[in-house]
């Protein structure tokens, strides 16, 4: 079933076109990976799919139903959102913040129940951050605080998972951690997972669709969407990205290091570039 | 590891919280210029001055006032909170926020236009007052909000900036008023208690508890608001309509409160400050307790006003400035390393 439907979608600032004729479909269960260079549009497509932006046309359907027929918390019921690191001016705690994530469920209630309370400490155990529960967060480090937003975006209990650069800032192995750890929600409770990511090499790894974001252009929408052995191809990237890249490949998977002009292995570049592909 | 927040153990806060102000309270209407006895009050009650006057002085004379110090603290501590959730901002208060001085210059008008009327009990100083703040608030959200969408620095400017402009004209009012008018105004803009009439008192209080205890329902909602507009909406959050509720209700107990008192400075800065130091963040307890804590605290500064130069006496606003002012230094240097305004 595709749980996320975008047709024809269209969206722009005041004088700047982002996004132009957009259409693709997420299956329910499905890891997608948004890559594309900086201003492309790739947090603006997820705040779309939030409906923190309404589109200047097309449309989005969350769940065979137009976004725009979900009220804020019918919606937050369905979606997730994880964005880049924010810290609030008070000192709320691990755990009060993993339990706001419990906020759409409330209904009325001022006070979280029992069931809220073990599904915000699963979420913690998962993400591991119930070590530090009681810590507040501007105590963690940005790796730890990632982790939190993500505890709060699992115990809030939705199909879909949006993330904003889940993994900017973070060094190898809290990045890793990070995708193993949405790989892991991905499999386990079916959650469908859109990720806005730079990292197209781990993206590769673990998402099962990939869309690349590109400038958009006269005779071009910039959009590729499909599976990422295809979209994630060395000329592909090259021409999206503006940059001269060496590809090689890690059992099926492709992997890309951009090499800039005086890069040590630019030099080579021009009789080595693809021949591993 | 602390403890998390359960609806038992916040009724269980509140109700030691609230027995602390009733013996503050009490305390305090004991305490004055002149000494009265507990036993002489309760010996002859309700009997004439002449028979028994520690029980007028205690009825007539500390009591409302104690009352009112009460109310204007609760609603004064409990507008901080919320204003200081919704701007995100914990250096907001309804007097740095430019509401303070929209009521006096609502005041000045009044009392300088000489009018005579009273509506429900209420000199046209208050009504006035009432006005001004309310009008002030829509002014500063109005400006803050179409100067650029939901920015919290410029909600904040605009009230600097329309403070600023509302001070110059209290100044020119007052400059060409007439000397006598002039000294009750300016004794009334530093915050002034005054014995109240029990019905307008209980009308006040009234209002007050039911603006606290409609901010108290949308508490949860305020905690998320502290994570920013995008990710409160992403859990659920309208936030047109919590930030409107919030700013109107908060806004209305300022204005009665300011309507009563005059400006009472920094209690809706001070109160939450000191309730979050000790219970932490989470709203559903800080609108409650500040309430409670700003209520305490403003019936100890009123005792210590009428007291400390007696048999004159100081405005309490005197006394809340000057502990607040350095407390308030003391908090921007602590938030401007943090807080990216």
């Known amino acids: ?277 | 590891m602390k403890e998390l927040l359960t609806a038992k153990r916040l009724t269980v806060e509140i109700a030691s919280a609230l027995l602390v102000l009733a013996i503050v309270m009490f305390v305090c209407s004991l305490i004055g210029s002149e000494s009265i006895s507990l036993k002489a009050v309760f010996a002859r009650p309700g009997e004439p001055s002449e028979v028994n006057p520690d029980y007028e002085i205690f009825v007539r004379v500390r009591l409302p006032r104690v009352i009112l110090a009460c109310l204007v603290g609760a609603a004064l501590g409990c507008a901080g909170v919320v204003f200081q959730a919704i701007l995100r901002n914990p250096l907001a208060d309804p007097y740095i926020l430019g509401i303070s001085s929209g009521a006096a210059l609502g005041a000045i008008i009044a009392v300088l236009s000489g009018f005579s009327w009273t509506l429900w009990g209420r000199s046209p100083i208050a009504v006035f007052a009432f006005a001004g703040a309310l009008g002030t608030v829509w002014l500063v959200w109005f400006i803050g909000r179409s100067a650029a969408k939901s920015n919290v620095t410029s909600l904040l400017l605009a009230g600097v900036v329309i403070n600023a402009f509302f001070s110059a004209i209290i100044m020119f009012l007052t400059s060409v008023a007439k000397s006598q008018q002039v000294y009750s105004t300016i004794f009334w803009l530093m915050g002034n208690m005054t014995e109240e009439d029990f019905n307008v008192l209980w009308f006040s209080t009234l209002w007050v508890v039911f603006g606290i205890v409609a901010l108290f329902y949308i508490s949860p909602q305020l905690n998320v608001i502290s994570f920013g507009s995008d990710d409160a909406r992403s859990m659920g959050v309208n936030m047109l309509r919590t930030q409107t509720a919030a700013f109107a209700v908060a806004a209305a107990i300022t204005s009665i409160a300011v309507s009563l008192s005059g400006l009472v400075g920094f209690v809706g800065l001070i109160v939450p400050h000191g309730v979050r130091l000790v219970f932490g963040p989470d709203h559903r307890r800080l609108i409650p307790l500040s309430g409670i804590v700003g209520a305490v605290f403003l019936v100890a500064a009123d005792t210590l006003a009428r007291t400390i130069v007696a048999p004159a006496q100081l405005p309490v606003g005197v006394v809340t400035a000057i502990v607040g002012g350095p407390f308030f230094l003391v908090l921007l240097f602590k938030y401007t390393k943090r807080i990216v305004l």
């Open chain 1, 1 to 277: 079933m595709d749980i996320i439907e975008v047709s024809h979608l269209s969206f722009g600032y005041s004088d700047t076109e982002v996004l132009r004729d957009i259409s693709f479909k997420v299956k329910q269960g499905t890891f997608l990976a948004i890559a594309g260079p900086n201003g492309a549009g790739k947090s603006t497509l997820l705040n779309l799919l939030c409906a923190a932006l309404k589109p200047k046309s097309g449309s989005i359907n969350i769940d065979a139903a137009p976004i725009d027929s979900y009220s804020t918390r019918s919606l937050a019921l369905k979606v997730a959102v994880v964005r880049q690191e924010f810290v609030p001016v008070f000192g709320f705690s691990v755990i009060e913040t993993v339990l706001m994530g419990r906020m759409p469920h409330y209904n009325h209630r001022l006070f979280e129940s029992r069931i809220d309370r073990q599904i915000a400490t699963e979420a913690m155990e998962a993400t591991d951050t119930a070590r530090f529960a009681a810590r507040p967060l501007v105590n963690l480090s940005g790796g730890e605080r990632q982790r939190v937003f993500i505890a709060r975006a699992l115990a809030q209990d939705t199909d879909i998972l949006l993330l904003d650069e889940p993994t900017s800032f973070l060094d190898l192995k809290h990045q890793v951690g990070i995708y193993d750890l949405l790989k892991a929600a991905q499999l386990q409770k079916g959650k469908t997972i859109a990720a806005v990511t730079h990292d197209i090499n781990l993206a590769a790894q673990y998402a099962d669709a990939a869309l690349l974001l590109g400038q958009v252009q006269a005779d071009s929408s910039g959009f590729w969407y499909g599976c990422p052995r295809d979209i994630f191809s060395p000329e592909q990237i090259e021409r999206v990205f503006g940059v001269k890249i060496f590809s090689g490949t890690i059992g099926e998977e492709k992997f890309f290091m951009p090499l800039g002009k005086f890069a040590k292995f630019s030099g080579r570049i021009d009789t080595n570039i693809n021949k591993n592909t």
